[in-house]
């Protein structure tokens, strides 16, 4: 799937997560077959929520509903969250500041990719529009086939 020079999909991620100042993230791909995101990458997320995120259904959590929608879901708070869209879990991550963005290929959705804050946080447009369009340069690779 790679070539020698693309960096390893936790690279990808730990540096994404960094350019954003985050301190988690995660990098779901999906399965077609079952219509569930597939984590492919993750850093910062408690081990009591890896069975949790593993495999994620199309319109469940934040990733699911960024999925299902194809748009940005976003949290300024998500210990504080009572829209219903994040799981009761999810607060174990300890992380406030939430961005899910669809990783599209065109209008053809292909995962996910999460990052948080661990303090309140309200993405700017600019930052939602950054992580859509790096969602957007790695979909042609993150899906096989």
Request: charged fraction near 20%.
């Given at each position: 799937?790679?070539?020698?020079?693309?960096?390893?999909?936790?690279?990808?991620?730990?540096?994404?997560?960094?350019?954003?100042?985050?301190?988690?993230?995660?990098?779901?791909?999906?399965?077609?077959?079952?219509?569930?995101?597939?984590?492919?990458?993750?850093?910062?997320?408690?081990?009591?929520?890896?069975?949790?995120?593993?495999?994620?259904?199309?319109?469940?959590?934040?990733?699911?509903?960024?999925?299902?929608?194809?748009?940005?879901?976003e949290m300024c708070?998500?210990q504080t969250d009572?829209?219903?869209?994040?799981?009761?879990?999810?607060?174990?991550?300890?992380?406030?500041?939430?961005?899910?963005?669809?990783?599209?290929?065109?209008?053809?959705?292909?995962?996910?990719?999460?990052?948080?804050?661990?303090?309140?946080?309200?993405?700017?447009?600019?930052?939602?529009?950054?992580?859509?369009?790096t969602a957007r340069?790695?979909?042609?690779?993150?899906?096989?086939?």
């Amino acid at each position: 799937m790679f070539s020698s020079t693309d960096p390893s999909w936790a690279e990808f991620l730990t540096q994404t997560i960094a350019d954003f100042g985050c301190t988690t993230g995660t990098l779901h791909r999906l399965d077609p077959a079952d219509r569930h995101l597939k984590l492919v990458a993750h850093q910062g997320i408690p081990e009591a929520l890896m069975p949790i995120i593993q495999s994620i259904p199309v319109g469940k959590g934040i990733a699911g509903v960024a999925a299902e929608r194809k748009e940005p879901v976003e949290m300024c708070n998500l210990q504080t969250d009572t829209s219903g869209v994040a799981k009761p879990g999810a607060k174990q991550t300890q992380v406030q500041g939430t961005l899910a963005v669809p990783v599209l290929d065109g209008e053809r959705l292909c995962g996910t990719l999460g990052i948080g804050k661990l303090a309140p946080y309200d993405f700017t447009s600019e930052e939602k529009e950054k992580l859509i369009q790096t969602a957007r340069n790695i979909a042609a690779r993150l899906l096989p086939g």
